[in-house]
């Protein structure tokens, strides 16, 4: 263990943390789909999933490192212990952020909730590694903006 710390204290040390027994790294690309994939992320939505994903995280003791919804679905970008769970961590995100939407009553989020649920049963996660989170932080930041280079009036 002393030999893993030392090799750790020589390269990014910032993004490792320390338990009593462990040190780690992980990071998970969490995707979440409203049902019937609505068109409900609206700003004031956003805002709100954003709050209730953090709050959750916290009490999960995992950090919410980034976050992007857009029309379809929401990433998300969760630093956690090798203790969290990520069934349990994703129903408790699910399940809070639909309550707190549901009891807005927002017009956009209304619309949504069929059988009270607000997201899709299904979600995607992929394991971040060490290298390439850069990439994934700037991949769900700028899931708003187009990936073509040029307008598709110019594909006519």
């Known amino acids: 263990m002393i030999m893993v710390y030392d090799c750790l ?9 320390t338990g009593r027994h462990v040190v780690y790294n992980l990071r998970a690309h969490i995707i979440l789909t409203p049902k019937y994939r609505r068109e409900i992320m609206t700003r004031r939505v956003t805002r709100l999933l954003e709050q209730v994903f953090g709050e959750v995280c916290t009490r999960f003791e995992c950090t919410l490192e980034s976050f992007e919804a857009i029309q ?5 970008l969760i630093g956690y212990t090798p203790k969290t769970q990520l069934s349990t ?3 408790s995100l699910k399940t809070n952020s639909s309550k707190q939407l549901r009891d807005q009553h927002w017009p956009e989020t209304d619309q949504a909730f069929h059988d009270k649920h607000f997201w899709t049963p299904s979600y995607c996660i992929a394991a971040a590694g060490e290298d390439p989170i850069e990439t994934m932080n700037q991949y769900i930041e700028n899931q708003d903006k187009p990936r073509r280079k040029y307008d598709k009036k110019q594909r006519s």
């Not at 204290?9 to 943390?17: F, K, L, P, S, Y």
């Not at 379809?72 to 998300?76: N, Q």
Request: charged share 25%; proline share 0%.
């Open 9 to 17: 204290m020589e390269e990014n040390w910032n993004d490792w943390r």
């Open 89 to 91: 961590l994703i129903m």
């Open 72 to 76: 379809g679905h929401a990433h998300l």
